[in-house]
């Protein structure tokens, strides 16, 4: 898998994440709803100069890293142009959940006990 394409499904992974997190709250738990003036938090993307080449990371209003790049790019134009395309990929992208281990187990067993009772 190119570096770029982990990035992406790095990246598209913590879109993800940030998506379900957004869920809305019960109205009584909803505070300073009046206060409509206050700009909305955003979060930054930041790109840096690391030991591998250029990285980039996704930090949350209050600072914290939600995702970094997997991989190092040659010149910073690179890492730029993965970023850009992550921006524009992600509002698109459809939610695909991985099914564990354990639960790929519990799913053989119930077809199997199903199987069984025919």
Do not use: H
């Amino acid at each position: 898998m190119t570096p770029f394409a982990r990035a992406l499904v790095l990246f598209v992974a913590i879109a993800v994440l940030m998506a379900s997190a957004s869920l809305p709250v019960a109205p009584a738990l909803q505070q300073n709803k009046d206060k409509k003036d206050q700009p909305a938090a955003v979060g930054t993307i930041e790109v840096y100069q690391a030991k591998d080449g250029w990285r980039f990371r996704v930090k949350s209003s209050d600072g914290k890293t939600l995702a970094i790049a997997t991989s190092g790019q040659p010149t910073k134009e690179d890492c730029l142009k993965i970023v850009e395309t992550l921006k524009t990929t992600i509002p698109q992208a459809k939610v695909s959940e991985i099914p564990s281990e354990k639960e790929k187990e519990k799913d053989k067993d119930k077809s199997k006990e199903k199987d069984k009772a025919k």
